[in-house]
């Protein structure tokens, strides 16, 4: 069974740092596209950042040069350095992971509230 845990989350002040964790088990983890997300109610969820297999990375534009995505094939495990945070970066941040074998294999994590206050 695929598990996706997400941890880092939290309150912080405009201009303050966090790093958001999502440790995965059940999967082959070298092998998936790694993605994380977010969503603020009433709004569709929006891609912030994407690492693939090889670790090309691509970024919204709303968090370029902000944001910075990197995963650890060792430790099963992605991460998100989010730096000189906005309030509009509130929402709720979800991980997700991905590969094709025959079909697209998708997981998703439970998702973790960032706040920013301004």
């Known amino acids: 069974q695929v598990q996706l845990e997400e941890s880092g989350g939290g309150l912080v002040q405009a201009g303050g740092s966090l790093r958001l964790s999502c440790a995965a088990s059940?999967?082959?983890?070298?092998?998936?596209?790694a993605g994380w997300y977010r969503q603020v109610p009433g709004k569709q969820r929006e891609l912030v950042a994407a690492i693939t297999t090889g670790g090309v990375t691509n970024y919204a534009d709303s968090v370029k040069g902000r944001f910075t995505i990197s995963r650890d094939n060792a430790k099963n495990t992605v991460y998100l350095q989010m730096n000189i945070l906005k309030p509009e970066d509130t929402a709720v941040y979800y991980c997700?992971?991905?590969?094709?074998?025959?079909?697209?294999?998708?997981?998703w994590g439970q998702g973790t509230q960032v706040t920013v206050s301004s």
């Open positions: 997700k992971l991905d590969y094709a074998s025959g079909k697209l294999y998708e997981y």
């Open positions: 059940g999967i082959i983890f070298r092998i998936t596209r």
